[in-house]
């Protein structure tokens, strides 16, 4: 048990820092990306290298320049994602502890010593499914760590650029 809670937490366990937590909707996004830029987008490239070749010197050739360096992006998000499917861990829904905040968990939270704080709800998500706008945060945030292990009822302090805010966990499902 101290172990999945050290997995699910993201802590504590040699190999932690390759690994990516997410959920299956997550993952299965980062698997599309990858067939796209595999099946697509890498042969987009190619054939933009072949045609800038065709336009002669290619020490002048801003065509080829571009395409290369497109070529290297590409490249480089394929050995990314990769490794991201790779060292992917699903977040099990079924595990996760009815009123301790986890990977997964839907927290609803309040900050303290606001007159007018209105409570916001986010998802705790990995940081490849970090969407702030949308109201998922990963748990690498320094609102996402302050939470991972609390309760209902628990504050919890998050050091900003401003000082320290103080959150009130309303409500974890």
Known sequence: MADEQNQTQGGGQIGDDKMT???????????????????VKRKDVVERIKEAITYGDLSENSEYEDAKNEQAFVEGRIIELEDKVKYAKIIDEKKKSANQVRIGSTVTIRRVGKKSAESEEYIVVGSTEADPVNGKISNESPVGKALLGKEDGETVKVSAPAGFIEYEIVKVK
């Not at 937590?21 to 099946?39: A, D, R, S, W």
Request: zero cysteines; hydrophobic letters at 30%; glycine letters at 6%.
């Open 21 to 39: 937590f997410v959920t299956k909707e997550g993952l299965q996004k980062i698997q599309e990306e990858l067939e796209n830029l595999k099946n």
